[in-house]
């Protein structure tokens, strides 16, 4: 969008912000989206309307348009709420947001989204950083603009998009276990600052807090520790099928063969029994917010 389209385009300009590019590697999201520009050139065509008169009929550049209808660009919600009300396609043309709010994450955190809402227990052990589903959006922005080689600004704000959106898990119904270890060590490094460390702890104090969540500390003067190999995570499903994976094990690939994930099961516990309880834990982050 050039600057003058941005200027009359109603204060929408930001659907064509960074972050809503169709990724040309991932498939499904090509086809999703070629599949709804079409839709809406189809439903704009019907209606006698020319590109530009459509843009400027729901605050958007026409370039946008353009855009949008050959596959180029994912439209954001409030476009498709405005092309349906405008070209009048009865709820058609909106209903295909939630497959295209999943289309603008990569596809890899698509997976792994989609996998962590199916699951009915978690286990996660994380060594250096928190786990993606305990943090903040400044959390997350924090550890992404450490990233070297550094990311581009739209490729940050997409991955913390994408991180956010992941922690819909904990308004499932019926809600899963969900069970944490974190190192001490991460609590304590005020990434991002100290303030993005305050409000991190104050969201930590918060989540676990939940009934079906438990947040154990490991704390930093273990003499023993059988987590030392790595961050660890467990997925447990419905069809009592499972998924794992460890940095120290299997060549830290994902298994699914029940001997594989005993294997795994036996390290988190071990790593559980050696952290704090629950609620000495949610007592040690509250330690550590008031020094913080």
């Keep these: 969008m050039s600057v003058d389209e941005a200027d009359t385009a109603h204060g929408h300009d930001g659907a064509d912000e960074p972050g809503w590019e169709v990724d040309p590697d991932d498939e499904s999201g ?18 006698g309307m020319r590109a530009g008169e459509f843009g400027a009929a729901i605050g958007y550049g026409e370039d946008l348009v353009f855009k949008v209808e050959g596959g180029r660009r994912i439209p954001r919600p409030e476009f498709l709420d405005r092309a349906d009300e405008v070209l009048g396609a009865g709820g058609k043309l909106a209903l295909m947001k939630r497959e295209l709010a999943e289309v603008r994450y990569p596809k890899k955190v698509r997976d792994l989204a989609r996998l962590e809402a199916q699951a009915v227990e978690l286990l996660a052990y994380g060594d250096h950083n928190l786990h993606g589903l305990l943090q903040t959006a400044e959390y997350a922005r924090a550890l992404f603009e450490m990233r070297l080689p550094p990311y581009q600004p739209d490729e940050i704000e997409q991955a913390v998009a994408a991180r956010v ?4 898990v904990f308004e499932r119904i019926p809600a899963p276990a969900l069970s944490f270890v974190q190192e001490e060590a991460t609590l304590r490094r005020p990434l991002g600052g100290t303030m993005v460390l305050r409000r991190q702890l104050e969201h930590l104090l918060s989540v676990g807090k939940l009934r079906n969540v438990a947040i154990q500390v490991m704390p930093i003067d273990r003499d023993e520790h059988a987590g030392m190999h790595g961050e660890t995570q467990v997925l447990k499903f419905k ?24 294997i795994l099961e036996l390290r988190y516990g071990m790593i559980r029994a050696q952290a704090l309880a629950p609620r000495e834990s949610l007592a040690f982050i509250e330690q550590l917010l008031g020094e913080t």
């Design 239 to 262: 069809d009592g099928s499972a998924l794992g994976r460890s940095d120290g094990a299997f060549n830290g690939r994902a298994v699914s063969d029940p001997r594989q994930l005993r």
């Design 30 to 47: 090509v086809a999703m989206a070629a599949t709804v520009g079409r839709q809406v050139k189809a439903w704009r065509e019907a209606a």
């Design 165 to 168: 959106a992941r922690q819909a």
